[in-house]
């Protein structure tokens, strides 16, 4: 396996792994946002 | 609550206080996200456009990817800014992995910020250029050109696309040098404002492409397969003539995903606007971040979606690469006048979107370079303020002269432009993200919340979303390197100069400042406070607060010191350090705050005072604003009075009307106080500030006295005072202003205002029957009988 493939298998691995995991944060922090957005006390005014 | 510095004590050195906060007007997340999206938002111009040329019809899957990728992004601007008020990416990376790595991502930040610019200003000049053929394109189709004028064009006549971008490009650069070189007061309102109109566009924008679809049908575009990805003669950079692109699937989604990550440009304002949003911070930073995540998802991504579906593929790449919009515009059903009519909705609504993102371009760069220059990394030859504005305008037209420079090399070339600007905004998440990830460890601190998920194994946290969002980053930052050859050479070139020259200027600055510090030590001491207090300056209440900002024109303070007793009354000269938005998160050192301009006008100051005998205090304040500096200020040390000399650009009527309008700002409890402008020929206007009683003309006092007479005629009504009529009348003032006969007062008091002076007090008192007067019997409000309000 030359250096170029096992880069880009490294790089192919990471950015696989990275979107899984980033799958989860927006998971994540999307059911917190709408408990952000349903709270409306403390609310700045426009 | 102020917390200062523990300054030596028992020197003969005058002492400052320098406020290391910006007196902000804390903003809602509204316009927070407004600002925010002022920059961001401008992407959608043109980020769908690039990413088709570069990887062909399935770039909307793409670019919806990086626009859903740019939600997690966010989280991490979020947890920087729970660690840090000031939280952008300077700051993080020089946290985490000190100032080598700092400087080199600044430099890429810098890079980022200068293209911003010339992306902007010239989309705007495309979408244009682009308006203008197509009009005399229908015109023409229409018979309406002559034929003199066909001939002479050989055709059609057709503006040039990208010259003409090129020209506008560089006439909004230059204006915005200027405005920026005068050192222009940002307004949250302005942002807000222009987002209302993109909103109004994108919602109509939005609504006719669907109704479209309804009546034509349409294709969704073809989903992001190796099969279906066709790169271009470009996209591939180094690996041009490599299979490499071609044989490995994850591999071409990452340069797709490479391709469109600049939808995402407009990040680091979140970090920038973090100072200013107003309490709960951390809640409406989640707020903003949801508002902006929802609005660019929707615009950057669904256009870009709709514009694949709805423009012809003939034409969609051909005709309107470079403004995707406008061609989205023109492929609706319906008139084709109303279309183009719509069309230039849009080319309005692009110009000022982008022409913002320029001006953002200059404001972000200066307040980086300012940010560094704080550390000495940058000659204090950039820093040294314009001699009648104040502004680094060395820094500002180093970053306007790289900007023309970029743009006319590109010669509009907005592909080769975007291709390079994704360079800086991809690196400085890098550094960004990683920094963070770094900090897990490294950073004790109060930090307020955290990218999830976090796993915890025998005791050591590992942050799994941090580290996976690092991982997108750093895998799309490292192909882009070989896909995007034009942006890896002059990214590189560009970060290695920058960085060589933070490198050579931190040497070279670093025994200087040590000498300036001593010298100005020897002067000034300086006292650090996060905010301004009585207690701090100490001061007495009741105070003088007199502003200054040119050293040549301090004949109001020479005024104050002649008419002050200072032993009862306290003198404060203040000088406000106006800080845009984009350098709102940085410039607030000392160094930086108490430049050597600050150290002249100070010492010309403190020679006035001395040529009087008499004490004064000084304090230096960070501002958004001049007129909420002084109005603040003056709030917070409880000042009786404030005294500025006449500003060369308004009058003493127009002054006193900013002042009042930045004292009405100010949340209450406040205190009135009264304002005195001291005139070159020594002429004093006095105002008052805050709510007090109007100085009544002497036609008025007769109209009151005489319907308080008639009043007091009527059965039951003795005991009417004249405060009792003003009541009634205001009472009444206030009902028909609010109600039907607002229009009626409006004109009447413009009237007044303009062109028949005083209102016809005269000609209504002359209405009302003159009665004898009553036996005496005076007013309770007025022991005289002579109603003297």
Same mark, same amino acid.
Do not use: C, Q
């Given at each position: 396996m030359s250096f170029s493939v096992l880069l880009i298998k490294i790089l192919e691995g990471m950015f696989v792994a990275g979107w899984a995991g980033s799958v989860i944060v927006l998971v994540l922090t999307g059911i917190e946002d709408v408990g952000t957005l349903l709270d409306t006390e403390d609310e700045a005014s426009r | 609550m102020s917390s200062t510095s523990n300054a030596p004590t028992g020197s003969n050195r005058v002492r400052i206080v320098v406020a290391t906060s910006v007196m902000l007007t804390f903003i809602s997340y509204w316009r927070a996200a407004a600002i925010i999206l002022n920059d961001l938002g401008s992407s959608a111009f043109y980020a769908g456009g690039i990413a088709e040329q570069a990887i062909g019809k399935s770039a909307p899957w793409f670019v919806l990817g990086v626009m859903l990728f740019a939600f997690a992004v966010r989280a991490v601007y979020v947890e920087s800014c729970s660690m840090f008020v000031r939280g952008g990416v300077y700051r993080v990376v020089k946290e985490a992995l000190g100032g080598t790595l700092a400087k080199l991502s600044v430099s890429a930040l810098m890079f980022d910020y200068i293209l911003t610019g010339p992306v902007s200003g010239v989309s705007a000049g495309q979408y244009i250029a682009g308006l203008i053929n197509d009009t005399i394109s229908i015109a023409d189709a229409h018979g309406w050109i002559p034929s003199a004028i066909h001939h002479l064009f050989h055709g059609t006549p057709q503006v040039g696309v990208n010259g003409t971008a090129v020209v506008f490009a560089v006439a909004v650069t230059l204006y915005f040098w200027w405005e920026n070189i005068k050192g222009i007061e940002e307004s949250s309102e302005k942002a807000l404002w222009v987002m209302q109109i993109t909103t109004v566009m994108v919602v109509m924008l939005l609504g006719w492409s669907f109704f479209t679809l309804f009546k034509v049908g349409g294709h969704l575009p073809p989903f992001p397969t190796l099969a279906n990805i066709h790169y271009s003669s !470009?996209?591939? =950079?180094?690996?041009?003539?490599?299979?490499l692109p071609h044989t490995f699937a994850i591999l071409g989604l990452i340069i797709g995903f490479g391709h469109s990550v $600049?939808?995402?440009? =407009? !990040? !680091?304002s979140l970090a920038q606007v973090y100072r200013e949003l107003a309490h709960p911070k951390l809640k409406n930073l989640k707020r903003t971040a949801i508002v902006i995540g929802i609005y660019s998802f929707v615009f950057t991504g669904l256009v870009s979606l709709l514009a694949v579906m709805l423009i012809p593929d003939d034409v969609r790449m051909k005709v309107y690469s470079d403004n995707l919009i406008a061609g989205l515009a023109m492929n609706m059903v319906g008139p084709q006048v109303l279309r183009l009519a719509f069309r230039a909705f849009v080319v309005v609504v692009g110009f000022l979107i982008l022409s913002g993102a320029v001006n953002t371009a200059i404001v972000g760069s200066n307040g980086v370079l300012n940010r560094v220059s704080e550390d000495g990394? $940058? /000659?204090?030859w950039f820093r040294? @303020?314009?001699?009648?504005? =104040? +502004? +680094?305008y060395r820094i500002i037209n180093l970053i306007v002269g790289l900007q023309l420079f970029t743009i006319i090399v590109s010669w509009g070339n907005i592909y080769t432009l975007g291709e390079a600007y994704a360079f800086g905004v991809v690196w400085s998440f890098v550094f960004k993200t990683i920094s963070m990830l770094v900090l897990r460890y490294r950073y004790k601190g109060e930090r307020n919340w955290k990218v999830p998920p976090n796993l915890h194994i025998f005791g050591v946290e590992i942050p799994i979303g941090l580290a996976s969002i690092a991982m997108v980053l750093l895998s799309t930052a490292i192909v882009n390197l070989f896909t995007k050859s034009v942006a890896t050479v002059s990214g590189l070139i560009f970060s290695v100069v920058f960085f060589a020259i933070f490198s050579f200027s931190e040497k070279v600055n670093r025994r200087k400042h040590a000498h300036d510090a001593a010298q100005m030590q020897e002067q000034f001491q300086l006292q650090l406070a996060e905010s301004v207090e009585r207690e701090t300056v100490g001061i007495r209440p009741g105070n003088v607060l007199v502003p200054v900002r040119d050293?040549? +024109?301090?004949n109001h303070l020479k005024w104050v010191l002649e008419h002050t007793d200072t032993h009862e009354q306290d003198v404060v000269v203040m000088t406000a350090r106006i800080s845009q938005f984009g350098s709102a998160a940085y410039g607030l050192s000392s160094e930086q705050m108490f430049s050597d301009y600050e150290q002249t006008l100070f010492t010309r100051a403190v020679s006035v005072a001395e040529s009087f005998g008499k004490k004064i205090s000084l304090l230096v304040v960070p501002a958004r604003d001049s007129w909420s500096a002084i109005a603040q200020t003056a709030h917070n040390l409880d000042s009786s009075g404030v005294v500025t000399g006449l500003s060369s650009k308004m009058t003493t009527a127009e002054q006193a009307f900013a002042l009042g309008s930045a004292w009405e /700002?100010? @949340? !209450? @409890?406040k205190r009135q106080f009264v304002l005195q402008i001291v005139q070159p020929d020594g002429i004093v206007d006095t105002f008052r500030i805050g709510p007090h009683t109007p100085t009544m003309k002497n036609e008025d006092v007769v109209l009151l006295h005489r319907l308080w007479l008639n009043v007091t005629r009527e059965p039951g009504l003795e005991n009417i005072h004249h405060h009792d009529i003003l009541t009634q009348a205001l009472t009444r003032f206030a009902r028909d202003y609010g109600a039907h006969e607002h229009e009626q007062i409006v004109k009447e008091l413009l009237r007044h205002g303009t062109e028949a002076g005083p209102l016809p007090v005269r000609r209504i008192a002359d209405q009302i029957p003159t009665v004898q007067p009553a036996p005496a019997r005076p007013d309770r409000d007025d022991t005289s009988g002579d109603p003297e309000l």
């Open positions: - | !470009e996209s591939l =950079g180094f690996w041009k003539h490599s299979s $600049l939808a995402m440009s =407009g !990040e !680091e990394v $940058l /000659a204090d040294r @303020p314009h001699k009648k504005y =104040g +502004t +680094t050293y040549n +024109t301090l /700002a100010i @949340p !209450e @409890p």
